[in-house]
């Protein structure tokens, strides 16, 4: 066993393959060896094996380079082996929380109670099609955008808005739209979470109601709520919101483009400033326009009847022929300062043919749809493959979680002890053979698969040091003593 006197050598070469430390390293193995030809030639073949491209971990051919870590490689391929779907459901836990810690400054151990609660909140929603990869996303999202992170209230309400934006996505409205609508009520408006809850379900049953998608509806309201800001009522800003939002969409112009007429009569100055010009060419047709009732207008009366103030000459305009009528367009829309798109959408604008919805929302922001409601409908959403994923996530994180707690362990304890317990084997495995060491990967890799299987980690860790003792007592040169 000479060849153990030059391990050392050996391991600081393979490390640090330098010239200065291939020059030790042969000559600790003429030393080692002495006049045994066999001994230095495989001495010598291993330094010449380390000054090549180092391969992968587990390629190595040589104890030396297999030292650092070699328990956990053999550790976590022996798990990817016999149970290849924990060990992904491991390192997909491993990421979230490595997310969780960089993300929310958060502990490892504070990292790894967020990742429990969220696959509790995964099992219990996995009929909503939710997975274990939705949530985690979500949770981060959340930690990136939602702007009442730094308040006591995200640590009560973190769970249920995790639960929201995941189950919104499932609706096809993104993180980024259901967290901007959060922060507009919950940090611009100050309005509590069952406040925002029921919102959005304002927003969800307006968009079954009028046929749009709920993405479209979300994403219009976030648009266009700026624009209405000024209206210090939180209910009546929305109900104008999304009743304009509407309006526009059907008439097939911009919010913007309406608003910046409606604008101009928002100040009885401004108003008398406009009736000049709108009165010269509407009394030429027969017409009149009272600027002093536009201005007493709120924004949705004040559209109906800027609209029926222009539809009331179009007769006249069209039977004044081509020329004289395209003059009076040119002359009314200057007039109104709207552009053509938008003045020839007033001029087809019928108030009555909007849909049920958009005419109960002209006299009330309506109801919206309930908790329940909405996680039916996300359900029904939820593709068979969504399913059959969040089913099996379901199952992987009840293994990785729920069944170590009732036996009164932690999952974090499971993989501490994968990452951190091999450490302890190197100053054993450096000391004996290769062949010796191969062994205690086996028996090391048997101990934690039957410890993860078992969940008994004190009895599994007593396992993997009972036959490293055996190994040593079994080896020709025992640690601690010179051959």
Known sequence: MAEKKYYGALGAYGRDPTPANKRKAMAAVKKACGDDADCRREGMQVIAEKGKKKASLGERGD??????????????????????????????????????????????????????????????????????ADVFGAMQSALSGYAKISTRSWAQDNIAITKQIAMFEKLGISHGTTIATMNTFGAVLGRNRDEVTNFAGVLNRFAQETGQSYNRVWTDFNSNVGKFMDILSTEEMSRQTLLFSVRARRMGVDVGSVMSNLERFETLDSAQAAAGKINAVMSS????????????????????????????????????????????????????????????????????QALPAELAMGQGLIGGLSTAATSRVAAEAATIEERTLSMADARESFAYHVIPTSMGLAVDNIVMALKTRSGELDTTLIKMSEATSEAIGVQFTTALTGMIETMGIEQGWDAIHASIRKLERQAKCPIGTSC
């Open 63 to 132: 104890l030396g380079d297999k030292i650092p870590a070699l328990a956990f490689e053999r550790g976590w391929d022996k798990l990817q082996g016999t149970m290849p779907k924990l060990a992904k459901t491991i390192d997909q836990f491993s990421k979230f929380e490595s997310k969780i810690i960089k993300f929310g400054a958060q502990t490892a151990i504070q990292a790894t109670n967020i990742s429990k609660k969220l696959t509790s909140l995964q099992r219990s929603n996995q009929h909503l099609g939710i997975s274990s």
């Open 285 to 352: 047709l027969g017409g009149s326009f009272d600027a002093i009732k536009a201005a007493s207008l709120d924004y949705p009366e004040r559209m109906n009847y800027i609209a029926s103030s222009i539809q009331s000459v179009m007769g006249r305009v069209e039977a004044s022929g081509p020329r004289a009528s395209r003059a009076y367009m040119k002359a009314m829309k200057s007039a109104f300062g709207l552009d053509s798109k938008t003045f020839r959408a007033l001029i087809s604008y019928k108030p009555g």
